[in-house]
């Protein structure tokens, strides 16, 4: 048995009908879909998030910009 990773642009048309495809495909015995959802490394979210709590720019106001033009 072979294995064979495709991951798909559900958004989009061509990643839609690819998609379609597959599903058609897989209604026959040996041919299997799995659906497997990407998951987020928790070390990159946390410095994200560490990065937004040591955010060193200076907000300003909109209605502060307008007035100082």
């Known amino acids: ?3 064979i990773t495709v991951k798909i642009n559900q958004r989009s048309k061509a990643g839609k009908m690819v998609k ?3 599903e058609l495909i897989a209604k026959n ?3 299997e ?3 497997e ?3 987020y490394n928790p070390e990159f979210v946390k410095k994200v998030l ?3 709590k040591n955010d060193k720019r200076t907000r300003i106001d909109s209605k502060d910009l307008w007035e100082s033009i």
């Open 1 to 3: 048995m072979e294995t």
């Open 20 to 22: 379609d495809f597959l």
């Open 29 to 31: 015995p040996g041919v």
């Open 33 to 35: 879909i799995v659906d």
């Open 37 to 39: 959802k990407d998951d």
């Open 50 to 52: 560490d990065s937004h």
